[in-house]
């Protein structure tokens, strides 16, 4: 019994390593939840599939063998904060049911191959269907969120020197995208809002600040040639971190937007390339340019 559960743990446990790894290694299967969700759905069903003998049911066994998952979500939670926790949730009940059809999979073809080939299509038409279509619906949904609040006073400084102060003075919206140089989700992010300001940089009623938090071995200096390397073009400033907890940011990246009144209006949490963030947050700002009408 001991050597069975294992065995089943060691199963789940190569799954794992080999969905994190390519995470790491791979920035398409690490900046895009529908790879690493579709990964980890095919990895713990061959990993179920492998371990699929007769003894306890399938359930069970499905349960264990994905056991090992739980330190891939360790991995998101940092990466993503504790305000994310629906993300690792998802993947995890993801993952669980990979590895409890690779059991069920594997003891069905026992006695009839073709059901058994017919329950692990059905199962990779399902995932196919849940990372390509419900997937980017849940994510959007999870990242966004409208509220209207006042926000509190903040200044910081441009790195170019100049003082930042929210509310903004001319009444302007405000993006505020709160980034690090050490922070590869936000790596990806910033491209994505220097499009966000292209768009809008015409129109003085809007302003998009890239805001380096200043966490850890951060510097004006480091922040400028950092966005000077990779050809970024975007208003910058740096903080000394207050203005972002002031914001109820503790995780990166992070995005808040403040309307002409002062008033928090929209947060975004985290990074996923499925999103197509740049595209929402446009129509968010071009509602909020709307209100002012």
Same mark, same amino acid.
């Given at each position: 019994?001991?050597?069975?559960?294992?065995?089943d743990?060691?199963?789940?446990?190569?799954?794992?390593? $080999? @969905?994190? =790894?390519? /995470?790491?290694?791979s920035?398409?299967?690490?900046?895009? &939840? %529908?790879? *690493?969700?579709g990964m980890s759905?095919?990895?713990?069903?061959?990993?179920?599939?492998?371990?699929?003998?007769?003894?306890?049911?399938?359930?069970?066994r499905?349960?264990?063998?994905?056991?090992?998952?739980?330190l891939?979500?360790?991995a998101?939670?940092?990466?993503?904060?504790?305000?994310?926790?629906?993300?690792?949730?998802?993947?995890?009940?993801?993952?669980?049911?990979? $590895? @409890?059809? =690779?059991? /069920?999979?594997?003891?069905?073809?026992?006695?009839?191959r &073709? %059901?058994? *080939?017919?329950?692990?299509?059905?199962?990779a038409?399902?995932?196919?269907?849940?990372?390509?279509?419900?997937?980017?619906?849940?994510?959007?949904?999870?990242?966004?969120?409208?509220?209207?609040?006042?926000?509190?006073?903040?200044?910081?400084?441009?790195?170019?020197?100049?003082a930042?102060r929210?509310?903004?003075?001319?009444?302007?919206?405000?993006?505020?995208?709160?980034?690090?140089?050490?922070?590869?989700?936000?790596?990806w992010?910033?491209?994505?809002?220097?499009?966000?300001h292209?768009?809008f940089?015409?129109?003085?009623r809007?302003?998009?600040?890239?805001?380096?938090?200043?966490?850890?071995?951060?510097?004006?200096?480091?922040?400028?040639?950092?966005?000077?390397?990779r050809g970024?073009?975007?208003?910058?400033?740096?903080?000394?971190?207050?203005?972002?907890?002031?914001?109820?940011?503790?995780?990166?990246?992070?995005?808040?937007?403040?309307?002409?009144?002062?008033?928090?209006?929209?947060?975004?949490?985290g990074?996923?390339?499925?999103?197509?963030?740049?595209?929402?947050?446009?129509?968010a700002?071009?509602?909020l340019?709307?209100?002012?009408?």
């Amino acid at each position: 019994m001991r050597t069975s559960l294992g065995f089943d743990l060691l199963a789940g446990a190569a799954a794992i390593v $080999a @969905v994190v =790894g390519t /995470a790491i290694t791979s920035q398409f299967v690490g900046s895009d &939840l %529908r790879a *690493l969700f579709g990964m980890s759905g095919m990895a713990f069903f061959l990993a179920g599939l492998a371990r699929g003998r007769a003894g306890a049911p399938a359930w069970r066994r499905g349960l264990i063998v994905s056991l090992p998952g739980l330190l891939g979500d360790v991995a998101l939670i940092v990466n993503n904060g504790l305000g994310r926790l629906d993300i690792p949730v998802a993947i995890t009940l993801t993952s669980i049911a990979g $590895a @409890v059809a =690779g059991v /069920a999979t594997r003891r069905l073809a026992t006695d009839h191959r &073709l %059901r058994g *080939l017919g329950l692990s299509l059905a199962f990779a038409l399902a995932l196919g269907s849940w990372v390509a279509l419900g997937l980017p619906w849940f994510l959007a949904q999870m990242s966004f969120h409208r509220e209207t609040r006042p926000a509190p006073a903040l200044v910081f400084t441009s790195l170019d020197g100049a003082a930042v102060r929210i509310p903004d003075p001319q009444r302007r919206i405000v993006v505020l995208a709160f980034w690090t140089t050490w922070c590869m989700p936000c790596r990806w992010e910033l491209p994505e809002i220097a499009r966000v300001h292209q768009r809008f940089a015409a129109d003085p009623r809007v302003v998009v600040w890239a805001v380096d938090v200043g966490w850890g071995p951060e510097s004006p200096r480091r922040a400028r040639s950092f966005l000077a390397r990779r050809g970024l073009v975007v208003p910058a400033a740096f903080d000394s971190g207050f203005s972002a907890q002031a914001l109820g940011v503790h995780a990166l990246p992070a995005i808040v937007v403040v309307d002409g009144s002062g008033r928090l209006r929209l947060t975004h949490a985290g990074y996923d390339r499925s999103e197509d963030m740049p595209r929402r947050l446009a129509a968010a700002i071009a509602g909020l340019l709307g209100e002012s009408r």
